[in-house]
T-cell receptor, first 111, second 111 residues
Framework: NAGVTQTPKFQVLKTGQSMTLQCAQDMNHNSMYWYRQDPGMGLRLIYYSASEGTTDKGEVPNGYNVSRLNKREFSLRLESAAPSQTSVYFC??????????FGPGTRLTVT | GDSVTQMEGPVTLSEEAFLTINCTYTATGYPSLFWYVQYPGEGLQLLLKATKADDKGSNKGFEATYRKETTSFHLEKGSVQVSDSAVYFCALTRRGEKLTFGTGTRLTIIP
């Protein structure tokens, strides 16, 4: 099993450009999450999906959209990137009550 | 709302030293508590967890006890190794889904 996979691993964008971060899990989990990690801030939840077909905002959703394409895949879209969105993005999946499994992360720089 | 406060880093110790990383939380009800570890360039991995008061989680020589009276979940290890160098995150969940993270503590072990 690959667990949770994310693409790309690294990305550099110019202000105003758009991009989609991809996430897939092969553990048949119902719940999936997107976090961003910034120095001194820990991980902050952007959006989550408790099950296929549902999505909800987390702590810091502004500037992002998500799509739960099917049970396996949960994508994060930046429509118009801003320097404040420079961060490391992590996708995770879980069954409720149990531990979350994290992907390796995408390091995004917006110039 | 829920919050997790953990020891500011960075922490630098010599190999075989005793480790404590403090974590306290604020949450109503009975949250589940977790310690996650992040090795350089990787995503987060669950290190240990405790789901009710007085439970002790343990893994790889690390231990933490859920203390409801002091709202704490301090991480300890009796003899650290160079391979324990990583960032450690304390986290909680109240409803078994969304995690609330502390800001992380960077640990460096020198030979």
């Amino acid at each position: 099993n690959a667990g949770v996979t994310q693409t790309p691993k690294f990305q550099v964008l110019k202000t105003g450009q758009s991009m989609t971060l991809q996430c897939a899990q092969d553990m048949n989990h119902n719940s999936m999450y997107w976090y961003r990690q910034d120095p001194g801030m820990g991980l902050r939840l952007i959006y989550y999906s408790a099950s296929e077909g549902t999505t909800d905002k987390g702590e810091v959703p502004n500037g992002y959209n998500v799509s739960r394409l099917n049970k396996r895949e949960f994508s994060l879209r930046l429509e118009s990137a801003a320097p404040s969105q420079t961060s490391v993005y992590f996708c995770a999946s879980s069954e409720p009550v149990y531990e979350q499994y994290f992907g390796p992360g995408t390091r995004l720089t917006v110039t | 709302g829920d919050s997790v406060t953990q020891m500011e880093g960075p922490v630098t110790l010599s190999e075989e030293a005793f480790l404590t990383i403090n974590c306290t939380y604020t949450a109503t009800g009975y949250p589940s508590l977790f310690w996650y570890v992040q090795y350089p360039g990787e995503g987060l991995q669950l290190l240990l967890k405790a789901t009710k008061a007085d439970d002790k989680g343990s893994n790889k020589g690390f231990e933490a006890t859920y203390r409801k009276e002091t709202t704490s979940f301090h991480l300890e290890k009796g003899s650290v190794q160079v391979s324990d160098s990583a960032v450690y995150f304390c986290a909680l969940t109240r409803r078994g889904e969304k995690l609330t993270f502390g800001t992380g503590t960077r640990l460096t072990i020198i030979p």
